[in-house]
């Protein structure tokens, strides 16, 4: 069965300390992995979408990564503003359509 | 303004009353998508359509149900609601169904079903 698992549930960190999330996946061949930024009250807003391990994508203080059977977001020197939920989604499988499996998140705090 | 639309916003009903939730899109996309969110499950998909008049059931279909006579809309009614169906609901839409292809997601129906 497709799986996605994203540790940790949540993580504090002080302004400029940086670190990173996990999302970790069992999929029927990847077609795709997201990451989505999710804001209280809000819908997720789209981030990145790797296709391949090895493949690095980077949007100011973050960076996605991808192997084989994880991804991880780092994120450098975080601001207030970067506090939101995170969420791991992959495309798996064949067939015409692009379904999501979507992890559970981690919500980030980056305290001032 | 163009994108994904929901409404309403905000909705409280009782036990056994139908409700329909509403999605529009401006973006001519032909998939779009129904997912509801809850505590400890993340999202789910409940149905998706490849284009007008093409649907098909997602994840946690039942309960549910989709119509798609226009493009652009895409609504999504509980028949007999239930407090089990008490959750946020989100829209979505791609373009096409190709690897890789971006989920747009709408800003969400939060539904308190009492």
């Known amino acids: 069965e497709d799986q996605v698992t994203q540790s940790p549930e949540a993580l504090r960190l002080q302004e400029g300390e940086s670190s990173s999330l996990n999302c970790s996946y069992t999929v029927s061949g990847l077609r795709g992995l997201f990451w989505y930024r999710q804001d209280p009250g809000k819908g997720p807003e789209f981030l990145f979408t790797l296709y391949s391990a090895g493949e690095e994508k980077e949007k100011e203080r973050l960076k996605a990564t991808l192997t084989k059977k994880e991804s991880f977001l780092h994120i450098t020197a975080p601001k207030p503003e970067d506090s939101a939920t995170y969420l791991c989604?992959?495309?798996?499988?064949?067939?015409?359509?692009?379904?999501?499996?979507f992890g559970t998140g981690t919500l980030l705090a980056v305290q001032p | 303004d163009a994108g994904i639309t929901q409404s309403p916003r905000y909705k409280i009903t009782e036990t056994g009353r139908q409700v329909t939730l509403m999605c529009h899109q401006t973006w001519s996309h032909s998939y779009m998508f129904w997912y509801r969110q809850d505590l400890g499950h993340g999202l789910r998909l409940i149905y998706y359509s490849a284009a007008a008049d093409i649907t098909d059931k997602g994840e946690v279909p039942d309960g549910y149900v989709v119509s798609r006579s226009k493009t652009e809309n895409f609504p999504l009614t509980l028949e007999s609601a239930t407090r089990s169906q008490t959750s946020v609901y989100f829209c979505a839409s791609t373009l096409r169904p190709d690897p890789g292809e971006t989920q747009y997601f709408g800003p969400g129906t939060r539904l308190l079903v009492l």
């Open positions: 989604a992959v495309q798996a499988g064949g067939g015409a359509t692009n379904k999501l499996i």
